[in-house]
Every structure is written in C-alpha cells, then in structure tokens.
C-alpha cells in the first residue's frame, strides 16, 4: 500500500491551499482516512479525519477554516485549507486506518507566510 500525498507549498497568511493523498494497493474499503501534521520541535496531530460513510471531526484549530473529503472510487482524500494562518506550518501527513493496519504517505511541507 502506498500513499501519495501533494498540493504543499508556500502561500501568504490567508491564503488557500489544498491537499491530496491517493492510495494504490489493498486496502479494505471500511477504513477512515485523516491528515496530520507535525510542526518543528512538536508532537504530530490529528487535522482531520473522515471515515468511509462521511462522518468527520477536526481539531479545533482548524475548525471552520479546513474541510476534509473523501473520493472513495478513486481512493482518494483531500483536505481543503482556507485561511491559513502561521502557525498552520508543518508537514502534513494523510493517514489510512482500517482497524488493523496503518498507513502513512511520505508528508507535504506546507509553509504560511505572514
């Protein structure tokens, strides 16, 4: 199973990006996938998470500002960032958790300028 994970980049405080992760390879489709990030010299959290019927939860830094969704045809999960703020820099991870394997993508740099 791979994720891959794009749509990082630089962008001014305000501004709007956002991010994509496609999965390939076997995974069972009940599964919930999320995003976390992990800035410099902290502890990796959770953005958002979204399972396979839709449900979603966030953390409340983001709440109102990111959106999460799923393309389940295409294995695909994106998180949508509006807003931005400095402190919304980090690496950001997708995740697919299906109960009893965890997969991670490789992390994109997303970088809020003020």
């Known amino acids: 199973v791979q994720l891959q994970a794009s749509g990082g980049g630089l962008v001014h405080s305000g501004g709007s990006l956002r991010l994509s992760c496609a999965a390939s390879?076997?995974?069972?489709?009940?599964?919930?996938k999320g995003w976390y990030r992990q800035a410099p010299g902290k502890q990796r959290e959770l953005v958002a998470r979204?399972?396979?019927?839709?449900?979603?939860n966030y953390a409340d830094s983001v709440k109102g500002r990111f959106t999460i969704s799923r393309d389940n045809a295409a294995n695909t999960v994106y998180l949508q960032m509006n807003s931005l703020k400095p402190e919304d820099t980090a690496v950001y991870y997708c995740?697919?958790?299906?109960?009893?394997?965890?997969?991670w993508g490789q992390g994109t740099q997303v970088t809020v300028s003020s």
């Open positions: 995740n697919v958790a299906t109960g009893s394997n965890d997969y």
């Open positions: 390879g076997r995974i069972f489709r009940i599964n919930v």
């Open positions: 979204i399972t396979t019927g839709g449900s979603t």
